[in-house]
Structure formats: structure tokens, C-alpha cells
């Protein structure tokens, strides 16, 4: 549990991202884009190390999952969803490194239900790997995600939001052994659902 809880809270910590866009005026949306850019090539020169060469520190083994030991960890995929959302969907009249594919209010909420709703529903499951998490922690999750849209977006927009990331957060499958893991999915369903559904709505 003491490491369940270690990796809950580094998890977290990583709200600081798009945080300190919200409430610093002098953190651009350039510079998420260029950290977040550094910390996935970081994160891969770490995983291949890890995978391929064999680096044995313990914070991996503190943090990381058994599933997790063979496959690309967590915070890898983490890093990438956070930096393909950065990218993708740049906020209104914000600077940037690299042109998104359009302007639009997503990304920040996409993040911070990535880096505080999916630590917050760890934390009420058992934190064990399983197909799909218990009914009442799915609602608890939804209720956060769409606290945490709704100064961002619509409600109409950050319901939808708030339904994608409750899915990915919930819903882990596993294709021939490997967990497609919520890390990844969660920052980017939650922005392309309320990227669609400003589109339609």
C-alpha cells in the first residue's frame, strides 16, 4: 500500500503541468509544449535503458507494476498522452512551440483528469490490476472529472469529457499480454470526446 500510495502522489504531482499554465501568466503554452516534449524523449532514454540494457534502481521497482516490468511503464505513456494532447489542441490565443491541430479549450481539463482524477480513482480501488473497477469508484471518478472540466468547458462538453477519461480509467484491456494502459488513453480520449462534441454541439 505504502508504494501504491508513493506512486499516487507522483502521479499527481505531475497537476503542476498544466497548473502552472492556468495560474502563472508567465508559463506559456510554449513551454508545456518544450517540457513536455524533454520529458517524453527523457522517458524513453530511461525505458530503453530499463527494458533493454537492464537499469536496476529501486524507484522503478517502487513505482512501476509487475505488468509494467516487461512493457513500457506508466509514466512513459503518461508523458506521451500529456505531450500528444500539448500539441494537438493549442488554447485559444496561446503561445506556442508547435502548431496544433486547432484551437481549443481541451487540453488543460484532458490533462487534469489524467494527473488528478486517475490517481484519485486509484487510490479508492484496491489499486490492482483488473479488467474493469468497481461501480461506485467509476462514479466517484466521473464526478471529479467533470468538477475538474467544467471551468474549462461547457457542461454539455465536459460531461462527454468527463465519460471518455471515466472509461479509459476504468476500462484497461489487454491485447495479446500487453495492458493498453489509462495513462496513455485517458489525456487523449478525454480531449478528442470534448473536441468532438464542441464541434457538434
Same mark, same amino acid.
Given at each position: 500500500?505504502?508504494?501504491?500510495? /508513493? ?17 502563472? /501568466? ?29 537499469? *536496476? ?41 508547435? !502548431? ?9 481539463? /484532458? ?6 482524477? *486517475? ?42 469529457? /468527463? !465519460? ?16 493498453? *494502459? *489509462? ?9 478528442? $470526446?470534448?473536441? $468532438? $462534441?464542441?464541434?457538434?454541439?
Amino acid at each position: 500500500m505504502n508504494d501504491e500510495i /508513493a506512486r499516487r502522489l507522483v502521479h499527481a504531482s505531475t497537476s503542476a503541468i498544466p497548473l502552472s499554465y492556468v495560474f502563472l /501568466a508567465e508559463v506559456t503554452w510554449r513551454a508545456v509544449q518544450l517540457f513536455l516534449g524533454v520529458a517524453v524523449l527523457g522517458a524513453l532514454g530511461l525505458e530503453i535503458v530499463r527494458l533493454y540494457v537492464g537499469l *536496476d534502481w529501486a524507484i522503478f521497482d517502487r513505482l512501476t507494476r509487475s505488468y509494467e516490468q516487461e512493457n513500457l511503464a506508466g509514466y512513459f505513456l503518461g508523458a506521451v498522452g500529456l505531450a500528444v494532447v500539448a500539441v494537438a489542441f493549442t488554447p485559444p490565443g496561446a503561445e506556442y512551440l508547435v !502548431v496544433g491541430l486547432t484551437e481549443s479549450p481541451v487540453a488543460v481539463p /484532458a490533462m487534469l483528469m489524467l494527473t488528478i482524477a *486517475d490517481p484519485f480513482s486509484g487510490l479508492l480501488g484496491s489499486g490492482e490490476l483488473r479488467p474493469a473497477k468497481q461501480t461506485w469508484v467509476l462514479l466517484a471518478t466521473f464526478g471529479l472529472c467533470l468538477l475538474l472540466a467544467a471551468p474549462f468547458v461547457a457542461t454539455p462538453v465536459a460531461v462527454i469529457g /468527463a !465519460v471518455a477519461a471515466t472509461l479509459a480509467d476504468g476500462i484497461k484491456p489487454i491485447v495479446r499480454g500487453y495492458v493498453i *494502459d *489509462d495513462n496513455l488513453t485517458i489525456p487523449i480520449g478525454a480531449a478528442v $470526446a470534448m473536441e $468532438a $462534441a464542441l464541434t457538434v454541439l
